[in-house]
């Protein structure tokens, strides 16, 4: 029997927002831990990026919320891109509610004053928002959170790696004991679990697993850049055919001006999100983006996770992500909810073992290359791992020889190789017995001269 909505007992204005949204069955992830968070209990929940845990937790959420005027929700995001995504979400579903339902967005480099002016006549029923602004307005006392009755933290990694994970420790302290945790999150690193046996009482741990890491209708390619032009490669790439929308990720800020400035001298609109613009810079962009006013973005690894954007068409990796997690949240732009997509990753051989790691992961890579305006199979890199390997070094004028054949091997071809190594290893012998007598007649001839 095919899952749907219905069983989740959601009431009737979520039903009338889902059909809205044009959800109508839910995800693996949905199913499995909507009924759980229902129930109350505390939840750690692992799936992959685009698996639809923000309606995981959103429609229990809001299937508890009431009119009262006070704080019964929160979530952190460790962004301010996700937390703007979240907060969309969430107004979709506040769009259908019989009763006002007031959402607070508190995310960094906002307007915190007018913020908290807001917040001393009305609480919002929901708060949604980054670590440090949550925390900032929980101890300028204008945000009031002993009421909550439900905290999820949304990508638990990734705020414990930029280092959020002391500030939600702080927020979740001004909360009641009788509290419902929810965490959420593509990894659950070890580092996280003394957070976890702190907050959580006995949570139902849920990994969602998934048939491949990253969506199977993602072609996933790897490219050699071979000493090219990065830029140029990436302009090729993306005004090849007719893309949709492309997301081009680069490690730094730095980088991703580099790219941006290059494509836009070429005469492409490009828009281009990292760390350094500034807040509300960010968010008109990132609005801009939604509106198609853009096909080509450029941004940082820090936008990876907040950008959710229905159509996206490409994804180029301008290099490998430094943490690998990342790779999968990049590729996880695209081939969404069953649509074809395709993740395009540049490399050097320096970053041979980033992509190695990458596989290991359980992700395969399909090798191609730019021949004539079009991109085409390439060989496999591990192809010379994969034959017997001699220990035996060829001469480098062998070498030559073998590399001057055609890709098209004649009959006999093998039996050639073979003769040739037999002829030079003969003609190096006699090369060594020649020098041998040469050196032995000149010892000979010393030995006679001290003598004489």
Do not use: C
């Not at 009338?16 to 929940?45: C, H, M, N, R, Y």
């Not at 996700?82 to 979709?92: G, R, T």
């Amino acid at each position: 029997m095919t899952a749907n909505f219905k069983q989740f007992n959601l009431q009737p204005y979520l039903m009338t927002a889902l059909q809205k949204i044009g959800f109508t069955e839910p995800t693996p992830v949905q199913a499995k831990l909507i009924p759980v968070i229902a129930s109350g209990k505390d939840v750690v929940g692992q799936s992959q990026t685009g698996s639809g845990k923000t309606h995981t937790f959103l429609l229990p959420i809001f299937n508890q919320l009431t009119s009262e005027n006070q704080v019964q929700a929160v979530i952190t995001t460790p962004s301010r891109e996700l937390a703007y995504q979240i907060h969309a979400a969430a107004e979709q579903l506040a769009a259908e509610a019989p009763f006002e339902i007031r959402i607070g967005n508190y995310v960094g480099g906002t307007d915190k004053q007018r913020q908290v002016n807001k917040l001393h006549h009305y609480q919002p029923q929901l708060v949604i928002g980054t670590p440090g602004r949550v925390q900032d307005l929980i101890q300028s006392k204008a945000l009031d959170v002993h009421t909550t009755r439900q905290f999820i933290v949304d990508e638990a990694d990734m705020t414990l790696d930029l280092g959020f994970l002391d500030q939600v420790d702080k927020i979740a302290s001004r909360m009641p004991s009788h509290l419902q945790m929810m965490v959420f999150s593509a990894t659950i690193p070890q580092r996280l679990d003394p957070f976890l046996k702190k907050y959580m009482n006995h949570p139902v741990i849920e990994e969602i697993p998934t048939a491949t890491v990253i969506s199977s209708t993602i072609d996933n390619w790897l490219i050699s850049t071979k000493g090219q032009n990065r830029n140029q490669l990436i302009y090729q790439l993306i005004t090849m055919g007719e893309p949709y929308l492309v997301l081009i990720f680069a490690n730094t800020k730095d980088r991703v001006e580099q790219i941006h400035d290059f494509l836009k001298a070429q005469g492409l609109k490009v828009a281009m999100i990292h760390g350094g613009i500034k807040p509300r810079e960010r968010k008109r962009v990132m609005r801009e983006v939604k509106n198609l006013q853009y096909q080509f973005v450029v941004a940082t690894d820090l936008a990876a996770r907040g950008i959710d954007i229905d159509g996206v068409s490409h994804v180029i990796n301008d290099d490998v992500p430094e943490d690998l997690d990342f790779f999968i949240h990049r590729v996880g732009r695209t081939g969404r909810q069953g649509m074809p997509g395709t993740a395009i990753t540049l490399y050097t051989p320096d970053e041979e073992a980033k992509i190695a790691e990458i596989e290991k992961m359980g992700i395969k890579f399909q090798p191609k290359r730019i021949s004539n305006g079009e991109i085409v199979d390439s060989y496999d890199r591990n192809r010379r791992t994969q034959r017997r390997k001699s220990t035996q070094k060829l001469d480098p004028s062998l070498i030559g020889y073998v590399m001057k054949k055609k890709k098209k091997i004649k009959p006999g071809y093998k039996h050639q190789i073979k003769q040739e190594i037999h002829r030079r290893k003969d003609q190096e012998k006699r090369v060594a017995a020649r020098q041998s007598a040469r050196n032995e007649r000149k010892r000979r001839k010393r030995e006679s001269d001290r003598y004489q």
